[in-house]
């Protein structure tokens, strides 16, 4: 996508929050992303496909600058979006981290049968 059509991009996603989008430091890009990637690798999953071709764009991660993942417990968090597959997700949390040690947040009641 060019610069105008990441603009418009970014425009539709923050115009459901009140607040503006604060800019970051590459550094801090950097520490969400690696530490989201190492904690989500240490549960079972794997990125997505289109991560490798871009990873590099980050450059090097300093593991030193490291965040923590998870609620505030540090369990596993899952906000569902429309191109998951809960039941997937539900059935890896659970080998890695047992039932009931990690939360999910599902799209809608309906959906709530899957988490249990």
Same mark, same amino acid.
């Given at each position: 996508m060019n610069g105008s059509e990441c603009e418009q991009f970014l425009a539709r996603i923050y115009q459901a929050f009140?607040? +503006?989008?604060?800019?970051?430091?590459?550094e801090?890009?950097?520490?969400? $992303?690696?530490?989201? /990637?190492?904690? &989500?690798?240490?549960?079972?999953?794997?990125?997505h496909a289109d991560f490798e071709p871009v990873r590099d764009f980050l450059g090097e991660w300093d593991p030193n600058n490291r965040i923590a993942c998870g609620d505030k417990e540090?369990? +596993?968090?899952?906000?569902?979006?429309?191109?998951?597959?809960?039941?997937? $997700?539900?059935?890896? /949390?659970?080998? &890695?981290?047992?039932?009931?040690n990690f939360r999910v947040i599902l799209p809608s009641a309906a959906d709530e049968a899957i988490a249990r």
């Amino acid at each position: 996508m060019n610069g105008s059509e990441c603009e418009q991009f970014l425009a539709r996603i923050y115009q459901a929050f009140e607040e +503006p989008p604060q800019a970051i430091s590459l550094e801090q890009a950097q520490a969400i $992303v690696f530490s989201a /990637l190492e904690y &989500a690798e240490k549960l079972g999953f794997s990125p997505h496909a289109d991560f490798e071709p871009v990873r590099d764009f980050l450059g090097e991660w300093d593991p030193n600058n490291r965040i923590a993942c998870g609620d505030k417990e540090g369990n +596993p968090l899952f906000f569902c979006g429309p191109y998951d597959h809960p039941q997937a $997700v539900v059935d890896t /949390l659970t080998k &890695a981290v047992g039932a009931g040690n990690f939360r999910v947040i599902l799209p809608s009641a309906a959906d709530e049968a899957i988490a249990r």
